[in-house]
């Protein structure tokens, strides 16, 4: 949902958070999806102590899809940066894959505003805005037009929808490659099947999850002797735990893990409120800033 960072330890702990929160593709299928809506409450940890919270709505139906998600940081973290930030994604639903049509971000710290903004059209990055622009680093390699093709937006690269018919939670939902693009980075996740577990949120979903690995593979305007790009190639341990949204083939994020310099990074679900909503007007709407 998150550019990566590496100037300080506390944006090294953000960028792992970032990379596999966009850890899940809607991928495809050929089974009409019924209407679902998730609402879910997230907070976010290092070594043990909070460092951010925030929350995330998505509404589903057999032709649209909107999600838009907010956060802050806590804690220590906020002293330093007083980060807050909001993304949205709204598209349509064909032969059941997600389709993201247009996608936004404002991260905000003390000192910096960043903004993202673009639409997609068949997968291909169209109309684009980046404030600030990305910097003239001679080492960063270069965003093409060959590399703005095929991918995925954060927002709709954060929901993954299960193949097939029957159960939803199956080791195939894991064997994928995503290619996402958030407006500075390029880059792929390789996830894979480890095991299953169970999880009970504080209010809403409790049962069964998918748990697949995940592994960061940058493509394009990344600096490769940055160090946060170097410590997130060699991960191989990344975590993340994922539940059905009810009414429908796709999957959330619950819970995301990973390690870091200075312990374990974590994002879990306070709340985890889904439900199926076949007669509901979905909110096709969504303001996107």
């Known amino acids: 949902m998150l550019p990566l960072r590496n100037r300080l330890l506390p944006r090294l702990a953000a960028g792992v958070l970032a990379a596999v929160l966009a850890a899940v593709l809607a991928a495809s299928g050929s089974a009409a999806l019924a209407q679902g809506r998730l609402e879910a409450h997230y907070t976010a940890s290092l070594a043990g102590l909070a460092i951010g919270k925030g929350t995330w709505v998505v509404s589903i139906d057999s032709a649209h ?71 003239k680093d001679p080492e960063r390699v270069p965003i093409t037009q060959a590399s703005e093709h095929g991918v995925l937006d954060p927002m709709t690269a954060s929901l993954l929808r299960a193949p097939g018919n029957g159960d939803v939670l199956k080791p195939e939902a894991c064997a ?68 059905p949204i009810a009414g429908t083939r796709i999957l959330a994020p619950f819970r995301i893990q990973g390690p870091t310099p200075i312990g374990e990074a974590r994002l879990d679900a306070d709340q985890f409120v889904t439900e199926a909503a076949s007669k509901r007007a979905s909110n096709h709407g969504l303001r996107v800033p």
């Open 65 to 135: 899809y909107t999600a838009a998600a907010s956060g802050v940081t806590t804690g220590l973290i906020r002293v330093f940066t007083g980060g807050e930030g909001t993304s949205a994604a709204r598209g349509t639903v064909v032969g059941g894959r997600l389709m993201s049509s247009l996608y936004a971000s404002t991260i905000k710290t003390r000192h910096r505003t960043d903004e993202v903004r673009f639409t997609v059209h068949d997968g291909n990055i169209k109309d684009f805005k980046l404030d600030p622009p990305q910097d």
């Open 176 to 243: 994928r490659t995503l290619s996402v693009f958030d407006g500075r980075l390029r880059y792929d996740l390789n996830l894979a099947y480890k095991r299953m577990d169970k999880v009970k949120a504080h209010k809403g979903y409790a049962g069964p999850v998918l748990v697949c690995t995940v592994h960061f593979s940058p493509v394009a305007g990344y600096i490769p002797s940055r160090t946060v790009i170097r410590y997130l190639r060699k991960l191989r341990t990344i975590e993340v735990w994922l539940a």
